[in-house]
C-alpha cells in the first residue's frame, strides 16, 4: 500500500509540474522544489509581469546588496518575466556566483554552482540595442541557446558583446556597483527582492 501510494504521489508531482497545474503552495506550474522543477520544465515559466509596469530587483548579497532596474518589459518581455519569476520564487537564493572574470563579468544563477546548470528550457532570443555598458545586465548563452537561469553582469565597458553572440539584455545596475566589484567566486546570493512601479 505504502509503495502505491509513494508512486501515485510521484505521478502526480510530475504531471503538477508539466501540465501548469498548481497543485500545493508551490508556484503555478510546481508541485515541488522550484529547482526540480525547473530543471523538468521545457518551455519558459508563465507570465507574472505586467508589461504595463516597471521592475527592479535588489539582489542580496554575502557582499552586500545591488539593485538591477529592468528593461521596458515590452522590450524583452519573456526574459524579465522569467528573472521576476524565479525570483519570487527563490530559485536564485543561496547560489553562488560561480564566474568572475576582473574588468568583465560577474555570473551567477547555475544550480550546479560550475557553469553548466539550469533549467531545461532556453529562453528565446530577445536581444536588443545596448552597447553593454559597465553594469548591464544580461543572460548567459551558449551553443545550445539563451540560459534559463544563469546571468552576468558587467563590471567593465564590454560593447563586444553586441556582436558577439546572443546575450539577452535585460536591465541596468542602478546602485551597488562597489558591491559587484568585491564579488568573489563562491560568494552568495542570499535572496533577490522584486518590486514594480
Known amino acids: ?48 509581469i505586467d508589461a504595463s509596469k516597471k521592475y527592479s530587483a535588489t539582489v542580496h548579497t554575502t557582499r552586500g546588496d545591488f539593485v538591477i532596474s529592468f528593461v521596458d518589459a515590452k522590450v524583452a518581455p519573456q526574459t524579465v518575466n522569467n528573472f521576476v519569476y524565479l525570483s519570487q520564487n527563490h530559485f536564485y ?39 553593454w555598458p559597465r553594469g548591464t545586465a544580461g543572460m548567459a548563452s551558449s551553443a545550445a541557446g539563451v540560459s534559463g537561469s544563469q546571468f552576468f553582469i558587467t563590471i567593465g565597458d564590454a560593447p563586444f558583446l553586441e556582436t558577439s553572440g546572443v546575450y539577452n539584455h535585460f536591465g541596468q545596475v542602478t546602485s551597488g556597483m562597489d558591491v559587484l566589484d568585491k564579488i568573489q567566486v563562491g560568494d552568495k546570493m542570499t535572496s533577490i527582492d522584486i518590486s514594480a512601479s
Request: hydrophobic letters at 30%; aromatic letters at 6%.
Open 1 to 48: 500500500m505504502k509503495r502505491w501510494l509513494a508512486l501515485a504521489l510521484l505521478m502526480f508531482a510530475v504531471a503538477g509540474c508539466e501540465d501548469g497545474t498548481p497543485t500545493t503552495s508551490f508556484p503555478p506550474g510546481c508541485d515541488n522544489e522550484i529547482r526540480t522543477c525547473m530543471e523538468q520544465r521545457t518551455t519558459p515559466p508563465p507570465t507574472v
Open 93 to 131: 537564493d543561496n547560489l553562488t556566483f560561480h564566474r568572475v572574470v576582473p574588468g568583465f563579468v560577474v555570473q551567477g544563477g547555475d544550480p550546479l554552482g560550475n557553469g553548466t546548470g539550469g533549467p531545461a528550457y532556453k529562453l528565446p532570443d530577445e536581444n536588443n540595442p545596448s552597447k
